[in-house]
């Protein structure tokens, strides 16, 4: 036998890059607040949850992520709360706290 060639293989669709793993995916991040009860009261919380994926984990104002949208003892305030995917995919939502009233103002987008 001649011209055969045992155990070749190729793969086909290389090219060296990989696709975004963001790509269509919007990251919606809500949350409810209690806000604090007085005036330098530091008994606010946020609790924060996220759609667009799973493995979610929550970072408040650019620190850490943990893997609870839970954010306690927070006076009055504006406080980012940003969610993470198991793939990378972001979204964010800025809450303010108050203690003047029960009304609070949410604003969001997706990264």
Known sequence: MTGI???SCSKG???GTNPNPCSG???VVTATTSNPSAPGA???SITASASGGTG???SINGGAFQSSGSFTNLGAGSYTVTAKNSNGCSGSY???TQND???IDITGSAE
């Open 101 to 103: 009233d029960d009304s």
């Open 5 to 7: 060639i045992a155990g």
């Open 94 to 96: 800025s809450v303010f």
């Open 25 to 27: 995916i919007t990251v």
């Open 56 to 58: 979610f984990t929550f």
């Open 13 to 15: 669709g290389g090219g």
């Open 42 to 44: 530091t008994n606010g």
